[in-house]
C-alpha cells in the first residue's frame, strides 16, 4: 500500500471500504497502534502514537475485531468491563464506577438482558454487540471497528449503524468502521475512505 494521508476528527463517522485483502483490517490494527507503520507516522494531539505508552493508548483509542473470542466461564458483562482495564487498579480490581460504565454500555446496545449469560452461550451476533459494548465501556475518544455488523441481520445491521452514527454526533466520537455494505455506507456515513489498488481515496458525504 502506498503512503496514505487522512485524518479523522471528533463527531466524524467514517466508513471505510475496499474488497476483501485491500488492507482495512491492516490500516484499522495500524491506527490502534497494534502495526507500526511502514512508512510515516500517525498523530494523535500533535504526539505520534509511538510515543503513547500502551495504556495511555488504550485510553484514547479503542479497537473492536471482527473475530470474537470464546471465553467459556466469562459472562457478558464481565467481558464488557474488561474495557475498563486501562483505568484499573494495579490488581486489575474494577470500581463500582466501572461496573456502571460497563451497564451503561450494555445498555446502550440493548443487550442488558444477556448481561449474566456466558459468552460462551451467546450467538456470533451477541457475542459482537459485547465486543462493541467492550469499546465504548473504555471510553476512548477514537473507536475504530473492523467489520462490526459481519454477524447480524439486515435490521440489526441498520440499527447498529444508526447507534454509532449517533454517538459521533451526540458524545463528539471519532469513529471509523469498515463495511461491505454500500448502501448502510451511502445512508449512514459523513465520510467514506475507500482503499483500491493500495490507494486510500476520501470523500465527503455529508
Given at each position: 500500500?502506498e503512503?496514505?494521508?487522512?485524518t479523522?476528527n471528533?463527531?466524524?463517522?467514517?466508513?471505510?471500504?475496499?474488497?476483501?485483502?485491500?488492507g482495512?483490517?491492516?490500516l484499522?490494527?495500524?491506527?490502534a497502534?497494534?502495526?507500526?507503520?511502514l512508512?510515516?507516522s500517525?498523530?494523535l494531539?500533535?504526539k505520534?502514537?509511538s510515543?503513547?505508552?500502551?495504556?495511555e493508548?488504550?485510553?484514547r483509542?479503542?479497537?473492536?475485531?471482527?473475530?470474537?473470542p470464546?471465553?467459556?466461564?466469562?459472562?457478558?458483562?464481565?467481558?464488557v468491563?474488561?474495557?475498563?482495564?486501562p483505568?484499573?487498579?494495579?490488581?486489575?480490581?474494577?470500581?463500582?464506577s466501572?461496573?456502571?460504565a460497563?451497564?451503561?454500555?450494555?445498555?446502550?446496545?440493548?443487550?442488558?438482558?444477556?448481561?449474566?449469560?456466558?459468552?460462551?452461550e451467546?450467538?456470533?451476533?451477541?457475542?459482537?454487540?459485547?465486543?462493541?459494548?467492550?469499546?465504548?465501556?473504555q471510553?476512548?475518544?477514537?473507536?475504530?471497528?473492523?467489520e462490526?455488523?459481519?454477524?447480524?441481520?439486515?435490521?440489526?445491521?441498520?440499527?447498529?449503524?444508526?447507534?454509532?452514527?449517533?454517538?459521533?454526533?451526540?458524545q463528539?466520537?471519532?469513529?471509523?468502521?469498515?463495511?461491505?455494505?454500500?448502501?448502510?455506507?451511502?445512508?449512514?456515513?459523513?465520510?467514506?475512505w475507500?482503499?483500491?489498488?493500495?490507494?486510500?481515496?476520501l470523500?465527503?458525504?455529508?
Amino acid at each position: 500500500m502506498e503512503a496514505i494521508e487522512g485524518t479523522l476528527n471528533p463527531g466524524d463517522f467514517v466508513c471505510l471500504t475496499g474488497r476483501n485483502g485491500s488492507g482495512k483490517s491492516t490500516l484499522l490494527k495500524t491506527l490502534a497502534g497494534l502495526l507500526p507503520p511502514l512508512q510515516g507516522s500517525i498523530g494523535l494531539d500533535d504526539k505520534r502514537l509511538s510515543d503513547f505508552t500502551p495504556s495511555e493508548l488504550a485510553r484514547r483509542v479503542g479497537l473492536v475485531v471482527t473475530r470474537v473470542p470464546d471465553l467459556p466461564n466469562t459472562t457478558l458483562r464481565e467481558l464488557v468491563a474488561y474495557g475498563r482495564l486501562p483505568y484499573a487498579s494495579w490488581f486489575g480490581k474494577f470500581s463500582a464506577s466501572d461496573y456502571e460504565a460497563a451497564d451503561r454500555a450494555i445498555a446502550t446496545l440493548g443487550i442488558s438482558h444477556l448481561a449474566s449469560r456466558h459468552v460462551s452461550e451467546l450467538s456470533d451476533g451477541e457475542r459482537q454487540k459485547a465486543m462493541i459494548a467492550r469499546a465504548l465501556a473504555q471510553g476512548t475518544d477514537y473507536l475504530l471497528l473492523d467489520e462490526p455488523s459481519a454477524f447480524l441481520d439486515y435490521e440489526s445491521k441498520q440499527e447498529l449503524m444508526q447507534m454509532l452514527k449517533n454517538l459521533a454526533t451526540e458524545q463528539k466520537k471519532a469513529i471509523l468502521l469498515s463495511s461491505h455494505d454500500q448502501d448502510l455506507v451511502l445512508r449512514y456515513a459523513d465520510i467514506i475512505w475507500n482503499i483500491t489498488d493500495g490507494k486510500l481515496t476520501l470523500k465527503d458525504v455529508k
